[in-house]
């Protein structure tokens, strides 16, 4: 579609150089020639066609086959055989769902609320608080891999933590935490609030610059205490903030393997596999690369409705303040 | 304000009666903790916890690299390089390490690159797809990157790409450039249109303008959307299990798989193989943090 607009409006404008005549740019744009914007976009565009676009439709229009490297007898038009499965004849789709949803709200709620006290707690002015930011910040730059490396060693029954607290008379020696179907959520839970929390700290703390200081002020005058300064001014000035990076780290919660599938991969016993670990596992593991999609495409149709009614309920970008 | 304060406290410390009122020592507490003067032991207790949750387990890692095998020691004295050195030698993370700078890199400049053109657009242009490209954008961020590896190793085998490092360099790159895009149209349209449209004037290209006006004042959000692109690559972990299967094409995050999944973790070459990893985006992360905030409230979200 890019090509034909530019074909269709080049008459109107023939012959103009990059020179534009300033001042009348936007508006009807005739200073400027139609191609430029198009061209502009294009390298972005064609590889999200290619990398993006070409593989989620592949991945829908795998749903409707079947199509598994072990069984290619079978292979060929499936209809909806694929989500009827899904649907009525497959247990682990729904436990890893519901794992998927309390993964999901228990990491984004506590990230959210231990990040927020974090960025109103740096923003204060106290000594050392430029090298306090950095290091309260620093495991934002931390990958799932190395996270999990980083908490094997402090998790290990033989040689962590809990072996130097059984020392010191707190809990049991070799306690696992990771393969205990009752400590393991907790166990992932925390490994990744370490990593996560800095990015709402971050965001939020880039948000909170923006608050005219003469609002507290104002309100200090008026006789309002902290709490209420928070309550009233700063939780609507972050409103908008705050929900879009929930959304954004919900999702992104919700789709990010890497920490999972490293620490746990899914185990012990199937409790810490999430959806997209689940069809992980089916399409690379089990070649089943027709369930998978299906599996894939019910994800992101859930994914999607979640982020629309979220947007919806919480009124984003509503005239609140 | 004086007045008022005084009042309240009046109310407050209000005496039974006749007792005259000595409002000296409530008035002045009110007015050192009238705005946001917080207790320091408010902010010095909560942040010590939280820097502990956060320290110890990077200490943790030092510790295992440092000291020699078999010690429990929880100082890592005397310091030994051993596990540095198997790791990098035996373990090949030398040759993961240079693979991964690579992906790093090419993935920092192509970002950038692509979505500063992209981002110039939609900032500076009203164009006919210009709503629908804004929605793809938005879109692709609810794309599971994981979802997409059958599909995208299918294109990569069918491009003859598997195995070489292109490949990751390709998805990272346009797993990457949505949100750079959003982002870096944010800070340009942050950058008055006025001073592009002042050079025009002076005989600039719109190149020439763009180069010489808008890029400088772009450094912040450059750096973060750059920083951002390298730091992703050279965390991520998918891309290069599925797409690169050969020991000399790999990245670190896979090399620390592997070592992770060893029948018999060697804890010490574990954690000496973290503490590369961890190097590279420490520097980077050191380097950027403070414009990393800056950035972000230069406009970035809200666009």
Request: charged share 15%; hydrophobic share 50%.
């Amino acid at each position: 579609m890019a090509p034909a607009a530019p074909a269709a409006t080049a008459a109107k404008t023939p012959g103009r150089t990059s020179r534009g005549a300033p001042g009348r740019r936007r508006g009807t744009g005739s200073s400027t020639p139609r191609r430029l914007p198009y061209l502009l976009i294009a390298p972005a565009g064609l590889l999200m066609l290619g990398f993006i676009a070409y593989p989620v439709l592949s991945v829908f229009y795998y749903s409707l086959q079947h199509y598994n490297v072990t069984k290619p007898w079978r292979d060929g038009f499936a209809g909806f055989d694929n989500f009827t499965r899904v649907f009525t004849d497959d247990p682990l789709f729904r436990d890893s769902l519901v794992f998927s949803a309390k993964w999901v709200v228990t990491e984004v709620s506590l990230q959210l609320l231990l990040g927020l006290g974090l960025a109103l707690l740096v923003n204060q002015t106290f000594v050392g608080r430029a090298v306090a930011r950095a290091m309260v910040f620093s495991p934002w730059a931390v990958s799932g891999v190395l996270t999990t490396t980083i908490w094997m060693l402090l998790y290990n029954p033989s040689t962590g933590v809990s072996r130097y607290l059984a020392d010191a008379g707190v809990g049991s020696y070799g306690t696992s935490v990771l393969s205990d179907t009752d400590t393991v959520f907790w166990a992932v839970v925390v490994t990744e609030l370490w990593r996560g929390v800095p990015f709402f700290a971050i965001l939020i703390l880039a948000d909170l610059q923006s608050v005219p200081k003469d609002l507290y002020e104002a309100a200090s005058v008026d006789g309002a205490g902290r709490l209420r300064q928070f309550v009233h001014i700063t939780l609507p000035h972050l409103k908008d903030a705050i929900i879009l990076s929930t959304l954004l780290r919900a999702v992104w919660e919700f789709n990010n393997v890497d920490l999972l599938y490293t620490l746990t991969g899914g185990g012990p016993a199937g409790v810490t596999t999430t959806l997209p670990l689940y069809v992980a596992n089916t399409g690379i593991e089990g070649h089943d690369f027709g369930y998978a999609s299906a599996l894939t495409t019910v994800a992101f149709v859930i994914l999607l409705f979640c982020s629309i009614l979220y947007l919806r309920l919480s009124k984003f970008g509503g005239d609140s303040r | 304000m004086t007045a008022a304060l005084a009042e309240t406290g009046d109310r407050r410390t209000a005496p039974p009666a006749g007792t005259p009122v000595t409002p000296q020592a409530p008035r002045r507490r009110r007015r050192t903790r009238a705005f946001d003067e917080v207790p320091r032991w408010q902010i010095y207790l909560p942040l010590g916890l939280y820097l502990l949750f956060t320290l110890v387990p990077f200490y943790w890692m030092l510790l295992f690299a440092l000291r020699p095998a078999g010690s429990t020691s929880l100082v890592p004295w005397p310091v030994t390089f051993e596990h540095f050195e198997k790791v990098w030698n035996e373990r090949s993370f030398g040759v993961f390490f240079q693979n991964s700078m690579l992906v790093g890199l090419a993935t920092l400049v192509t970002t950038t690159v692509i979505a500063l053109s992209g981002g110039y657009a939609l900032a500076r242009f009203d164009f006919r797809v210009k709503n629908a490209f804004m929605l793809a954008l938005l879109c692709s961020q609810f794309i599971p990157g994981a979802l997409m590896l059958v599909p995208l190793f299918e294109i990569f085998r069918n491009l003859r790409m598997i195995n070489s490092l292109e490949s990751v360099i390709i998805a990272e790159t346009v797993f990457q450039l949505p949100l750079s895009i959003i982002l870096i149209s944010g800070f340009i349209k942050n950058v008055p249109v006025s001073l592009e449209e002042a050079a025009w004037v002076d005989g600039c290209s719109r190149l020439r303008a763009f180069r010489a006006v808008v890029l400088p004042l772009l450094r912040p959000g450059l750096i973060a959307v750059g920083s951002f692109a390298f730091v992703h690559s050279w965390n991520h972990f998918l891309f290069a299990l599925m797409f690169l299967s050969e020991q000399d094409k790999q990245t670190i995050p896979v090399g620390l798989n592997t070592l992770i999944g060893a029948d018999s973790v060697d804890l010490g070459a574990l954690a000496a193989g973290g503490v590369i990893a961890a190097v590279p985006v420490v520097i980077v992360f050191a380097f950027i943090q403070k414009w990393l905030i800056t950035g972000f409230s230069a406009g970035a979200v809200k666009g």
